[in-house]
Nanobody, 113 residues
Framework: VQLQASGGGLVQAGGSLRLSCAAS????????MAWYRQAPGKQREWVAR???????DYASSVKGRFTISRDNSKNTVSLQMNSLKPEDTAVYYC????????WGQGTLVTVSS
């Protein structure tokens, strides 16, 4: 299983970014998929998830600003991030599965004030 996250970068506060996680070895349409993030000096935290039925859930800190989605034909999961804040600065990781977990390598998002 491989998860390749991309789309990170530097953006000003209020801006938008779209992260993508390309999966191989698993099907994103049948696995719970999630995004996590880890800010400098802090523990990794959960951001958003999408489960097999297409149900989504978000951390309260990003609800209303971030949207997780998946493209079964491309076997990718995306995270659309709008109204970004400096506190969203972190390395963002894609995770597949729940009992048995697989992690991508992370992509850095930096939001300047």
């Amino acid at each position: 299983v491989q998860l390749q996250a991309s789309g990170g970068g530097l953006v000003q506060a209020g801006g938008s970014l779209r992260l993508s996680c390309a999966a191989s070895g698993i099907r994103v349409g049948v696995k719970p998929m999630a995004w996590y993030r880890q800010a400098p000096g802090k523990q990794r935290e959960w951001v958003a998830r999408i489960v097999g039925g297409g149900i989504t859930d978000y951390a309260s800190s990003v609800k209303g600003r971030f949207t997780i989605s998946r493209d079964n034909s491309k076997n990718t999961v995306s995270l659309q991030m709008n109204s970004l804040k400096p506190e969203d600065t972190a390395v963002y990781y894609c995770k597949a599965g729940s009992v048995l977990e697989y992690w991508g390598q992370g992509t850095l998002v930096t939001v300047s004030s």
